[in-house]
Nanobody, 124 residues
């Protein structure tokens, strides 16, 4: 079982940036698509960015142009650069390996147990 550890969250003002990191144990990381998910209070967890094993990227419309997902297979790590943050980006952010071959399936099914997440709060 792969273990996931997210870090890099914090409290920032609107318009500022944060870079989240996710460290994954296990040798199958490089062959897995990876995604960043978030869950705001009272809302369902949603997929915001995904990167395939071939480094193709996809984004939710709400973050397109502001967030960038990347990965470093040598370090078993995936990153989320978040720019121009908005109050509505406030959530706990998680990484995981999405299952399936489409955004809608990725949004619902993941391969591993969830980590503890990292809190991102955007507020003035």
């Amino acid at each position: 079982q792969v273990q996931l550890v997210e870090s890099g969250g914090g409290l920032v003002q609107p318009g500022e940036s944060l870079r989240l990191s996710c460290a994954a144990s296990g040798s199958i990381f490089s062959s897995s698509a990876m995604g960043w998910y978030r869950q705001a209070p009272g809302k369902q967890r949603e997929l915001v960015a995904a990167i395939t094993s071939g480094d193709s990227t996809n984004y939710a419309d709400s973050v397109k142009g502001r967030f960038t997902i990347s990965r470093d297979n040598a370090k078993n790590a995936v990153y989320l650069q978040m720019n121009s943050l908005k109050p509505e980006d406030t959530a706990v952010y998680y990484c995981n390996a999405p299952l399936g071959s489409s955004w809608s399936v990725w949004s619902k099914y993941v391969r591993w147990d969830w980590g503890q997440g990292t809190q991102v709060t955007v507020s003035s």
